[in-house]
Structures are given as structure tokens and as C-alpha cells.
């Protein structure tokens, strides 16, 4: 029960607000469900049923959808959060809609996917640190030395106090043979 209220209270307040209608299709998809033999917490059941009857009460509204995919997500339920979340968007909703939508699709080993996002994201909060060092995270994990390096220098210098930031420039700087630059970071 406690975890459900938790969904409940973070999702109104993560969404609060932002959402502009813009639909896309003539008729909202069916959101995203799960076999009844897989909701066998029945908290999970009751929040899973009143998220999905939320949706179908106001089928072209972003924000129903986004909440039944942060049920989803705190439920590891993945695949289903990251549907809901792309039709939350595909409605209109935010970009904090976005960055979910990016986080998870990462932790589900598509990196290469969620790295656009993260690029949407940062473009569009350009004060949002975490959508910047995801962003290099993200290029170094595919692969892309220079293009995480140059995210990794982006982050950092917009973000000169932040940690995680001069963390993630050290690491990825260290990672490329960039050794000088990898421990000017790790001394901020």
C-alpha cells in the first residue's frame, strides 16, 4: 500500500501541470496493459485498475497515461512504462515526461534508443544537470568517445558544482586517454 500511495502523490507531482493537447492520431491507442494473472499484489491490481480506468475517462489526456506509466515503472513492469510513457507524449505531455521515458528505456539496455531523448530533454531544460550527464553517460556506453567527452565538457562546464557531472567528465576523460583532463575533473 505504502508504494502505491508513493505512485500516487509522485505522480501528481511530477505532472502537475505542463501538459499541452496535442494529439497526433484520430482515436488514443488502448494504453498499454498486463495479463490479469500478473497482478497478483492486490494493491498493484486496485492502483493498476483506477490508472487504467483514469485513462479511459479521458482517453486524449497526457496525464493518465503518464501516471499509469510510473505505475508501471516503479513496478519494473518496463516495456508497458515506457509504452504509456510514449503515448503520455504522443498526447502532448512534458518533458519530465520525456526524461522517464529516456531513464528507463537506458535501464533496459537500449542505450543507443534513449540517447535522442536525452538529447529532447536536455535541449529543452537546458538547466536539468541530469539530462547532461545521462546524455554522456549514454554516448560512452555506445561507444561514441568524442561525443561523450564533448556531452562530459558540455556538463561540466554548465554545471561547475555539481559532482556528478565533474564525475562523469573524469571517468569518461579517463576512459578516452584524456588522463590531464580526467584529473582536473576529479579535483573539482
Known amino acids: 500500500m505504502k508504494r502505491t500511495a508513493w505512485i500516487a502523490a509522485g505522480a501528481a507531482a511530477l505532472v502537475a501541470g505542463g501538459f499541452a493537447l496535442a494529439p497526433r492520431f484520430a482515436s488514443p491507442p488502448e494504453p498499454p496493459s498486463i495479463p490479469a494473472a500478473e ?4 494493491d498493484f491490481a486496485r492502483a493498476l485498475d483506477a490508472a487504467l480506468a483514469a485513462v479511459a475517462a ?5 496525464r493518465p497515461r ?29 518533458v519530465r515526461v520525456r526524461w522517464l521515458r529516456a531513464r528507463l ?3 533496459t539496455g537500449r542505450v543507443a534508443e534513449a ?13 536539468y544537470a541530469p ?26 562546464s554548465r554545471f561547475p558544482n ?13 576512459e578516452h586517454g584524456a588522463r ?8 573539482r
Do not use: F
Open 58 to 62: 479521458d482517453p486524449r489526456a497526457p
Open 105 to 107: 528505456t537506458a535501464a
Open 131 to 156: 539530462a547532461r550527464i545521462a546524455l554522456a553517460l549514454a554516448l560512452a556506453g555506445t561507444g561514441d568517445g568524442k561525443g561523450a567527452l564533448a556531452a562530459a565538457e558540455d556538463a561540466a
Open 180 to 187: 590531464e583532463r580526467a584529473i582536473q575533473a576529479a579535483r
Open 162 to 174: 555539481d559532482a556528478a557531472a565533474s564525475l562523469a567528465l573524469a571517468e569518461i576523460a579517463s
Open 39 to 42: 497482478r497478483d499484489d492486490p
Open 115 to 127: 540517447i535522442p531523448e536525452y538529447r529532447a530533454v536536455a535541449e529543452a531544460d537546458p538547466g
Open 66 to 94: 503518464a501516471e499509469l506509466g510510473m505505475l508501471y515503472d516503479v513496478h519494473g513492469i518496463a516495456q508497458q512504462a515506457i509504452d504509456a510513457y510514449g503515448q503520455a507524449l504522443d498526447l502532448g505531455a512534458d
